[in-house]
T-cell receptor
Framework: DGGITQSPKYLFRKEGQNVTLSCEQNLNHDAMYWYRQDPGQGLRLIYYSQIVNDFQKGDIAEGYSVSREKKESFPLTVTSAQKNPTAFYLC???????????FGPGTRLTVL | AQSVTQLGSHVSVSEGALVLLRCNYSSSVPPYLFWYVQYPNQGLQLLLKYTSAATLVKGINGFEAEFKKSETSFHLTKPSAHMSDAAEYFCAVRSSGGYNKLIFGAGTRLAVHP
C-alpha cells in the first residue's frame, strides 16, 4: 500500500529533552512538509523540503530542525528550545506536478 | 498576504439536513483552494479542490463547493448530512510564495445529531 507513515502515534517527552518524529512516504513524492496543529488554530507550517538535501523554514520553525537525506524520509526533531511543544504534528507530501498534499496520520506529542 | 477565514468554529446540524461550512479567502492572485476533512486523531483527507477550472467543484462523500470570486468565498455544502460526516473541516489556499505551501483556516467542527 502506498502512503505516508508517521511514528510513533503518541509520544511523551520530559521537558528539556529533544525528540525526533518520523515521517516516511512511499509515494515517490518530491516535496515533503511538516505542520503543527493546535486546537482552534488550524495547521501551521514548520518546515518543508522540495528535494533531497534541501529544506526551508516555514512560519514557525524556531525550536525545530529537520533533515532530508533520502527522498522518502523527512524526520522532524523537536528540540528543548521549543517553548510549547505539546501539539499534534502532521507530515505531508506532494508530487512536484500536483497541487494536492497528502497527509500522514499524525503524531501527538505531549511534554510532561 | 494571503489568508483564510472560516466562519463558525462549531456547526451543528440534524441528520438529513443541509450542511453549509463557510470559507472566505484573501489572495492577490487567482487562488487555488482546498477543503480537507479530519476525523479525530487522524490526518487530513482531501475533499475537493478548486484550480481555476469549473467554479462548482464536486468532491468525495457528496460534498461540493462553489468558488465565488466576487464574494471571495469557497463555501462547502452537502445536501443531506450523515452521522459519518461529523469531523473537523479545514479550508486552505495555496500560497503565492511558491513551494505550494498551504495556508489553512482555523477549522470548523461539524456535529451531526439524530
Amino acid at each position: 500500500d502506498g502512503g505516508i507513515t508517521q511514528s510513533p502515534k503518541y509520544l511523551f517527552r520530559k521537558e528539556g529533552q529533544n525528540v525526533t518524529l518520523s515521517c516516511e512516504q512511499n509515494l515517490n513524492h518530491d516535496a515533503m512538509y511538516w505542520y503543527r496543529q493546535d486546537p482552534g488554530q488550524g495547521l501551521r507550517l514548520i518546515y518543508y523540503s522540495q528535494i533531497v538535501n534541501d529544506f526551508q523554514k516555514g512560519d514557525i520553525a524556531e525550536g525545530y530542525s529537520v533533515s532530508r537525506e533520502k527522498k522518502e524520509s523527512f524526520p522532524l526533531t523537536v528540540t528543548s528550545a521549543q517553548k510549547n511543544p505539546t501539539a499534534f504534528y502532521l507530515c505531508a507530501s506532494r508530487w512536484t506536478e500536483s497541487n494536492e498534499q497528502f497527509f500522514g496520520p499524525g503524531t501527538r506529542l505531549t511534554v510532561l | 498576504a494571503q489568508s483564510v477565514t472560516q466562519l463558525g468554529s462549531h456547526v451543528s446540524v440534524s441528520e438529513g439536513a443541509l450542511v453549509l461550512l463557510r470559507c472566505n479567502y484573501s489572495s492577490s492572485v487567482p487562488p487555488y483552494l482546498f477543503w480537507y476533512v479530519q476525523y479525530p486523531n487522524q490526518g487530513l483527507q482531501l475533499l475537493l479542490k478548486y484550480t481555476s477550472a469549473a467554479t462548482l467543484v464536486k468532491g468525495i462523500n457528496g460534498f461540493e463547493a462553489e468558488f465565488k470570486k466576487s464574494e471571495t468565498s469557497f463555501h462547502l455544502t452537502k445536501p443531506s448530512a450523515h452521522m459519518s460526516d461529523a469531523a473537523e473541516y479545514f479550508c486552505a489556499v495555496r500560497s503565492s510564495g511558491g513551494y505550494n505551501k498551504l495556508i489553512f483556516g482555523a477549522g470548523t467542527r461539524l456535529a451531526v445529531h439524530p
